[in-house]
């Protein structure tokens, strides 16, 4: 083989792998899983804590163990699961576009409920129901389903 064949059996299998991944398109390898919305959740969390301090003012959101929490107002909290139920990328919470959640990987948006408003995604976000708890040493939030 001379320089010139093995130099077109490189570029044609080079051009071959990268067709394969671009007809592979956005779709899971056989086999993979993104991440499930986590069940049976029950967890507090408390807001006075600079952890959790970005939900002490309305539009901030934090990610807990697979779930996003975000503040709505002073006392509404809203919590879905935290990754995209289209290629499982973290979703982040935009007061801007009417309390939605979006997915910088292509784009999805989902309600404040997680219900899908523009695709690719076609599955909702899990929701989980949120309770503001007064304390001593100030406010908490549970989040459970």
């Not at 991944?21 to 969390?45: D, E, H, I, K």
């Not at 804590?49 to 939900?55: A, C, E, G, I």
């Not at 979006?102 to 949120?130: D, H, N, R």
Request: glycine residues 8%; aromatic residues 12%.
């Amino acid at each position: 083989m001379d320089r010139k064949e093995f130099l077109s059996l490189i570029g044609m299998s080079a051009g071959a792998f990268v067709l394969s991944r671009c007809l592979q398109g956005c779709s899971a390898a056989p086999g993979q899983a993104y991440p499930s919305p986590p069940t049976n959740v029950n967890f507090t969390l408390d807001l006075w804590l600079p952890t959790y301090s970005p939900l002490n003012s309305n539009g901030g959101y934090v990610y807990y163990d697979g779930i996003i929490v975000a503040r709505v107002s002073p006392s509404t909290y809203i919590a879905v699961s935290q990754y995209c139920t289209h290629q499982g990328t973290s979703v982040v919470f935009q007061t801007t576009n009417n309390n939605e959640f979006y997915c910088s990987e292509k784009g999805a948006t989902f309600s404040s409920s997680g219900l899908v408003i523009t695709g690719p995604a076609t599955v909702a976000l899990q929701q989980y129901q949120t309770q503001l708890i007064n304390t001593i040493n100030g406010n908490s939030v549970r989040v459970y389903s």
